[in-house]
T-cell receptor
Framework: AQSVTQPDIHITVSEGASLELRCNYS??????LFWYVQSPGQGLQLLLK??????LVQGIKGFEAEFKRSQSSFNLRKPSVHWSDAAEYFC????????????FGSGTRLLVRP | SAVISQKPSRDICQRGTSLTIQCQVD?????MFWYRQQPGQSLTLIAT?????????ESGFVIDKFPISRPNLTFSTLTVSNMSPEDSSIYLC????????????FGPGTRLLVL
């Protein structure tokens, strides 16, 4: 069965510092991968997605992610974090059975130090 | 993408009662999904709702507890029946449409507290 692992439950970075959130997936073929962000009291907002092609994808709010097939990873990065980036971040993969459901990782909560 | 709204945005309910959550989209979509996010947890799919067919439920979720309607291509409801405190969660709908590929967009969620 497909699965998504986000090994870091919490990450704290200083404002202006760089950020990398880890995501590993298990799936035999090329997966469809997503990063969503959930700000406190909000729904989920799509940051970026990878279906195929260029393995470095750009998203909104200055985020990017790199698909590495050899490592089964899809890590999210941002060169300079802003206080408004404090939120919960979810990595997800589309299930390739007929349901098209999203399988989510457990999430990483980002805290930003002033 | 799409603009998705949910009603109510939050509610406090007594155990044993039922609550119906509405999800409205500003464009016609093929697939609608209902997810549950328990406190401090990730999202779990409850069911997939396609217009003109019965909802498909995930393991651990049953129609008697979470009946779903999908009367047209822009609207769906999820009812949480005979609620208990364990049903306290955020309930989110999401939508997918072919022009976007396999990309789901989420509503703002309904925050439910059952006393």
């Amino acid at each position: 069965a497909q699965s998504v692992t986000q090994p870091d439950i919490h990450i704290t970075v200083s404002e202006g510092a760089s950020l990398e959130l880890r995501c590993n997936y298990s799936y035999g073929a090329t997966p469809y991968l997503f990063w969503y962000v959930q700000s406190p009291g909000q729904g989920l907002q799509l940051l970026l997605k990878y279906f195929s092609g260029d393995t470095l994808v750009q998203g909104i709010k200055g985020f990017e992610a790199e698909f590495k097939r050899s490592q089964s990873s899809f890590n999210l990065r941002k060169p300079s974090v802003h206080w408004s980036d404090a939120a919960e971040y979810f990595c997800a993969v589309v299930s390739m059975d007929s349901s098209y459901k999203l399988i989510f990782g457990s999430g990483t909560r980002l805290l930003v130090r002033p | 993408s799409a603009v998705i709204s949910q009603k109510p945005s939050r509610d406090i309910c007594q155990r044993g009662t039922s609550l119906t959550i509405q999800c409205q989209v500003d464009s016609q979509v093929t697939m609608m999904f209902w997810y549950r996010q328990q406190p401090g947890q990730s999202l779990t799919l409850i069911a997939t709702a396609n217009q003109g067919s019965e909802a498909t439920y995930e393991s651990g979720f049953v129609i008697d507890k979470f009946p779903i309607s999908r009367p047209n291509l822009t609207f769906s409801t999820l009812t949480v029946s005979n609620m208990s405190p364990e049903d306290s969660s955020i309930y989110l709908c999401s939508v997918e449409a072919r022009p976007w590929g396999e990309t789901q967009y989420f509503g703002p969620g309904t925050r439910l507290l059952v006393l």
